[in-house]
């Protein structure tokens, strides 16, 4: 089968492209349609994959924005499926879905709508924590982006998603007709590779991402404060950035905590790895919002795969993954004492090394890119190739 997979950003790199656009070129023939921010080849092969990019830099920046009516995206989504023979096309995120939906009405080639996350859900949290810019009102609003999903969701062939949250708010609003697969943000196995080291007796936390006021970063800064006046071995890595580093760092400071946080800015893979590995328990304390309550971020299973003790926020898809796995701690979303409260719970080594160990047994057993590879593998086995003769 020929599949095109289209994403709204700049490829390379994003991780959960890499992961399903490698995996389905294990048994089919795959090509990315996705934007040029700046001098990027139009055309290049990487790897299995063959890559289209629209835009470029100057006054081409204008072509390369990713409108679902844009005449370029229309364009080369047509070009690449007629030059292709493209069988199935597979979309990224909401923005670009109707794009998908149009070039489905002119070749007849069947779309699934890959929804990593709850797209206006999000732009809401922007919204909130930000504060909208102009354009906002029309380019992204969420309430006009809230419609837009409405109007997909019965339209797509299926629809894939990260959780078990997420898929019960689909399929509330596709109907009986669409397809909804959970296929996770998982880990490739390689990550089992490296062992786990051993617990050095202290509460060493990290967090990794981005840093914005969803992600809830300030309140595990509180929370520190509160450990180490209360004679508690706490300290703080953070791996990331974000538009609220700055306002972190000051936080860090004013809580004089520059001692016992260190800050590691963008780092790659191998390296976010080790960090992970040198500490003794993973945090993700999300805000809970409609965005982060259907959400998981690969985060939560890194933690895992190292055997750390993860703490999370209340938010539902993430207490769903660490109370079925029994590998940490719940607390309540902005409220530095109820993380502290599970900052005591964890003092005893062998009550981390317990719940890490649960962790690591679950991404071993279940909670693996290898399990969410067959699940995908699966869905596109369900849709007819060869269908170059029935198209304009």
Same mark, same amino acid.
């Given at each position: 089968?020929?599949i095109?997979?289209?994403?709204?950003?700049?490829?390379?790199?994003?991780?959960?492209?890499?992961?399903?656009?490698?995996?389905? /070129?294990?048994?089919?023939?795959?090509?990315?349609?996705?934007?040029?921010?700046? %001098?990027?080849?139009?055309?290049?092969?990487?790897?299995?994959?063959?890559v289209?990019?629209?835009? /470029? %830099?100057?006054l081409?920046?204008?072509?390369?924005?990713p #409108?679902?009516?844009?005449? &370029? &995206?229309?364009?080369?989504?047509?070009?690449?499926?007629? +030059?292709?023979?493209?069988?199935?096309?597979?979309?990224?995120d909401?923005?670009?879905?109707?794009?998908?939906?149009?070039?489905?009405?002119?070749?007849?080639?069947?779309?699934?709508?890959?929804?990593?996350?709850?797209?206006?859900a999000?732009?809401?949290d922007?919204?909130?924590?930000?504060?909208?810019?102009?354009?906002?009102?029309?380019?992204?609003?969420?309430?006009?982006?809230?419609?837009?999903?409405?109007?997909?969701?019965?339209?797509?062939?299926?629809?894939?998603v990260?959780?078990?949250?997420?898929? @019960?708010?689909?399929? #509330?609003?596709?109907?009986?007709?669409?397809?909804?697969?959970?296929?996770?943000?998982?880990p490739?196995?390689?990550?089992?590779?490296?062992?786990?080291?051993?617990?050095?007796g202290?509460?060493?936390?990290?967090?990794? /991402?981005?840093?914005?006021?969803?992600?809830?970063?300030?309140t595990?800064?509180?929370?520190? %404060?509160?450990?180490r006046?209360e004679?508690?071995?706490?300290?703080?890595?953070?791996?990331g950035?974000?538009?609220?580093?700055? @306002?972190?760092?000051?936080?860090?400071?004013?809580?004089?905590?520059?001692?016992f946080?260190?800050?590691?800015?963008?780092?790659?893979?191998?390296?976010?790895?080790?960090?992970?590995?040198?500490?003794?328990?993973?945090?993700?304390?999300h805000?809970?919002?409609?965005?982060?309550s259907?959400?998981?971020?690969?985060k939560?299973?890194?933690?895992?795969?190292?055997?750390?003790?993860?703490?999370?926020s209340n938010?539902?898809?993430?207490?769903?993954?660490?109370?079925?796995?029994?590998?940490?701690?719940v607390?309540?979303?902005?409220d530095?004492?109820?993380?502290?409260?599970c900052l005591?719970q964890?003092?005893?080594?062998?009550? +981390?090394?317990?719940?890490?160990?649960? /962790?690591?047994?679950?991404?071993?057993?279940q909670?693996?890119?290898?399990?969410?590879?067959?699940?995908?593998?699966?869905a596109?086995r369900?849709?007819p190739?060869?269908?170059?003769? #029935?198209?304009?």
């Amino acid at each position: 089968m020929r599949i095109l997979y289209i994403f709204q950003d700049e490829y390379p790199w994003d991780v959960r492209v890499e992961k399903i656009t490698t995996s389905l /070129g294990s048994a089919h023939v795959v090509h990315l349609l996705c934007r040029n921010r700046g %001098s990027l080849p139009a055309e290049e092969q990487l790897g299995q994959m063959s890559v289209h990019r629209v835009g /470029g %830099s100057g006054l081409a920046a204008i072509s390369g924005f990713p #409108a679902f009516f844009s005449p &370029w &995206w229309i364009s080369a989504g047509l070009s690449v499926i007629r +030059r292709q023979g493209i069988d199935l096309l597979i979309v990224r995120d909401l923005p670009l879905c109707p794009l998908a939906l149009v070039l489905k009405k002119l070749t007849g080639v069947p779309v699934i709508f890959d929804m990593a996350e709850d797209y206006p859900a999000m732009i809401e949290d922007t919204w909130r924590y930000r504060g909208p810019a102009l354009a906002d009102y029309l380019i992204r609003n969420p309430r006009l982006l809230r419609t837009m999903e409405n109007l997909v969701l019965p339209r797509v062939d299926e629809t894939w998603v990260v959780s078990a949250a997420s898929r @019960d708010r689909v399929m #509330a609003k596709s109907g009986p007709g669409p397809r909804v697969r959970v296929i996770g943000n998982t880990p490739t196995i390689d990550i089992l590779d490296m062992k786990p080291q051993p617990d050095q007796g202290s509460l060493a936390l990290v967090y990794t /991402g981005f840093i914005d006021a969803t992600r809830g970063l300030d309140t595990v800064v509180r929370a520190l %404060s509160l450990a180490r006046r209360e004679g508690l071995p706490a300290t703080l890595d953070v791996v990331g950035t974000g538009a609220a580093l700055e @306002d972190i760092e000051k936080l860090v400071a004013e809580l004089d905590l520059d001692e016992f946080v260190t800050f590691h800015g963008w780092c790659t893979q191998a390296q976010l790895r080790s960090v992970i590995a040198a500490c003794s328990i993973g945090v993700v304390p999300h805000r809970v919002t409609a965005h982060t309550s259907t959400t998981l971020p690969n985060k939560i299973f890194d933690y895992m795969a190292l055997a750390k003790p993860v703490i999370v926020s209340n938010a539902r898809a993430l207490e769903d993954v660490v109370t079925e796995a029994g590998c940490g701690l719940v607390f309540q979303d902005g409220d530095p004492e109820s993380l502290l409260s599970c900052l005591r719970q964890l003092q005893a080594r062998e009550t +981390r090394e317990g719940m890490g160990a649960s /962790g690591r047994r679950h991404v071993q057993e279940q909670l693996n890119w290898s399990r969410d590879e067959a699940v995908l593998l699966d869905a596109v086995r369900g849709f007819p190739a060869s269908r170059s003769e #029935a198209r304009v």
